[in-house]
């Protein structure tokens, strides 16, 4: 028996109300170009908008003109979506709250997570939407993913609870001196000013 290996995200495809609000919402709040659009193929009744949040993956919503938005909380039992979160820039992150305040959307506030921060809001069909961005960026060639690995393994060698700027700042060290070569016999730290 082997694995079907996966090797990211295709898409996601949500359920939405009408074509007009889908559209106000992903490109006119979260700046997803709306690329293109066609009958939802398996049901002729809905369209079918795609979106690209940012890393030209899709987004995409089946709307229908008669489904009307409904704010009230998806549900979160077993088996459905809880939330999405998007990667956002720090500079982008620090302007959220007050834009999204300007439109009069309710969020969570600035929540720490430890290796990112986050915001929360709903979109107008009560799906929870995060706003995250890293509080580190990765070494070349490495993945944001690689360093969460190697901090994770920290983090819990370390006996602590949550991944912190410690951690992440000695994943970082640890990857680079895996994926470096150097010319020195001796890579530990030193202090040339002792």
């Known amino acids: 028996m082997q694995k079907i290996q996966t090797q990211g995200v295709h898409h996601i495809t949500l359920t939405g109300a009408d074509r007009q609000t889908s559209i106000d919402f992903w490109e006119g709040v ?7 659009e066609q009958p939802n193929l398996d049901n002729a009744d809905e369209s079918h908008l795609y979106f690209d949040p940012g890393d030209g993956r899709l987004i ?16 979160t039992e077993p088996g459905c979506v809880h939330h999405l979160a998007f990667i ?17 959307i309710g969020h969570s506030g600035p929540k720490d997570r430890g290796f990112m ?3 929360y809001f709903k979109d107008p069909l009560g799906l929870l939407i995060e706003l995250a961005a890293y509080k580190f960026e990765p070494p070349a060639g490495c993945t ?5 690995a ?12 949550a991944i912190a700027d410690e951690h992440l700042a000695d994943a970082i060290e640890a990857l ?4 470096s070569a150097t010319l020195s016999d001796d890579r530990s730290a030193k202090n040339p000013y002792a």
Request: net charge positive; proline share 5%; no cysteine.
């Open 30 to 36: 979260l700046g997803m170009p709306f690329l293109f």
């Open 60 to 75: 995409t919503i089946f709307t229908h003109e008669e489904r009307k938005p409904d704010r009230r909380r998806t549900p």
């Open 88 to 104: 956002v820039s720090k500079a982008t992150w620090n302007q959220a709250e007050a834009r999204l305040e300007a439109r009069g």
């Open 117 to 119: 921060d986050s915001l």
């Open 144 to 148: 944001h993913a690689e360093v969460l």
């Open 150 to 161: 190697e901090a994770h393994r920290l983090r819990v060698a370390a006996g602590d609870e």
């Open 176 to 179: 680079v001196e895996r994926r």
